[in-house]
Nanobody, 117 residues
Framework: QVQLVESGGGLVQTGGSLRLSCVVS????????MGWYRQAPGKQRELVAS???????SYGDSVKGRFTISRDNAMNTVSLEMNSLQPEDTAVYYC???????????WGQGTQVTVSS
């Protein structure tokens, strides 16, 4: 069973920055995707950012230009640099990784990000 360990969440003021990291318990070189989702109270979980094994990146519309995702296969890590944070970014952020063959999909336990106004 693959384990994901997230870190870096916390409380920050509007306009501040945070960096989330997710360490995967196995080699990430064969994972087709690595990414971050978030879920705010009363809302559906939504994509924040994802990066494929080939390096193709996707961002949710609300974070484009402010957040940057990166993956380091040597460290088995996916990171999310979050800048210009706004109160609407407050949510639990989840790391998600997986592959197509064999089909696998793993989630972290979540890390809380709170942006105060």
């Amino acid at each position: 069973q693959v384990q994901l360990v997230e870190s870096g969440g916390g409380l920050v003021q509007t306009g501040g920055s945070l960096r989330l990291s997710c360490v995967v318990s196995e080699s990430t070189s064969r994972l087709n995707w690595m990414g971050w989702y978030r879920q705010a109270p009363g809302k559906q979980r939504e994509l924040v950012a994802s990066i494929t094994r080939a390096g193709r990146i996707s961002y949710g519309d609300s974070v484009k230009g402010r957040f940057t995702i990166s993956r380091d296969n040597a460290m088995n890590t996916v990171s999310l640099e979050m800048n210009s944070l706004q109160p609407e970014d407050t949510a639990v952020y989840y790391c998600n990784v997986g592959s197509n063959f064999p089909p696998r999909d793993y989630w972290g336990q979540g890390t809380q990000v709170t942006v105060s106004s």
